[in-house]
């Protein structure tokens, strides 16, 4: 018997019943930040209502991003704007976050080489741990002087790679060489595109990663978005205890719906992104990254919840309760 195909459900198509059962099999928001919140720093006019009718019905909203290029100062100045200025830093998290968390786990205090934007190496600066990077300066175009650069001798216990706006083919020489000598191999965020408008795409992070992936034949530990070991320390942080009890809202399949698949979350994607209702059909043979629900923007969850909210209330009276 052929199973029925995996099937998106637009939650404004919704029955108002089907409404309501969605709204109840929630208890915890995970969402994006960039192409869901917000776009180059900009607010998606709407977004702090549906983010106040949520929590104000006793959902949980926690904010989780694959950019570590923004300083936390950065995330909450944004995020105070939408939370009516009760954010909580412990509610927002980016891949050195993760990193940082995930080294103390393990009683890390080996030396580090970061291949990542300036925030996120000061982060694991400021976390105690001994950082190595670059160069960003060109080498001469010498065997010999590439050579003394890469194969500097140092003791880098652990090879950290995310964005990094001045990557270079040194950088992922020097990495490559650490990856040798059994260093740790801890990938952040895994976006290989990064949309930073509407249509314009920047080469991301994933692609260097793939490349030390498959030149040192060595797997990461990818502590960003879709990575496993990213979802189970969540779950830990958050004391999650029935991961089907949590929605992820994203705006790229690829890393916010893989994640949130990967980590047995239900999910829902915005068409604020690259994908509007109709590139479904492209993804499936994907199964892994069609998601659960679909709603053109996060903006529109509000009257999700208005209706729901109304509608038990309504039932309610006819109950004479």
């Given at each position: ?270 068409g604020t992104g690259n994908y509007k209702e109709d ?43």
């Open positions: 018997m052929e199973s029925t195909p995996k099937m998106t459900k637009n939650l404004l198509k919704l029955s108002i019943e089907e409404k309501e059962r969605f709204f109840d099999s929630f208890d915890m928001v995970q969402t994006d930040c960039d192409g869901v919140l917000w776009m180059l720093g900009e607010p998606f006019t709407g977004v702090e209502f549906t983010i106040r009718a949520l929590r104000n019905n006793g959902k949980r909203v926690i904010y989780v991003s694959n950019n570590s290029v923004r300083t936390m100062a950065d995330y909450r100045s944004k995020l105070d704007k939408l939370t009516d200025y009760t954010i909580d830093e412990e509610d927002i998290i980016h891949p050195a976050k993760i990193v940082i968390h995930y080294l103390r786990q393990r009683n890390f205090d080996g030396l580090c080489y970061v291949i990542g934007s300036s925030n996120f190496k000061a982060c694991l600066r400021e976390a105690g741990f001994q950082i190595l990077d670059g160069p960003n300066e060109p080498v001469n175009e010498s065997i010999r002087e590439v050579a003394a650069v890469v194969n500097d001798g140092q003791p880098v216990q652990a090879v950290i790679v995310d964005f990094d706006y001045n990557m270079n083919n040194i950088k992922l020489l020097r990495a490559q060489m650490y990856l040798r000598h059994d260093a740790l191999f801890i990938a952040g965020a895994m976006d290989k595109v990064l949309p930073v408008g509407p249509r314009t795409r920047y080469i991301g992070p994933g692609c260097y990663v793939e490349i030390l992936q498959n030149v040192a034949d060595r797997k990461p530990i990818v502590l960003g978005k879709p990575g496993l070991p990213m979802s189970k320390m969540l779950k830990q942080m958050y004391s999650v205890e029935d991961s089907r009890r949590v929605l992820f809202v994203g705006d790229q399949p690829e890393m916010d719906v893989k994640f949130g698949h990967t980590s047995n979350y239900q999910t829902l994607l915005v590139d479904l059909q492209k993804l499936a043979n994907k199964l892994d990254e069609l998601p659960d629900y679909y709603i053109d923007s996060f903006a529109e969850l509000e009257q999700i919840v208005r209706d729901v909210v109304a509608y038990k209330a309504r039932n309610v009276t006819k109950c004479g309760l």
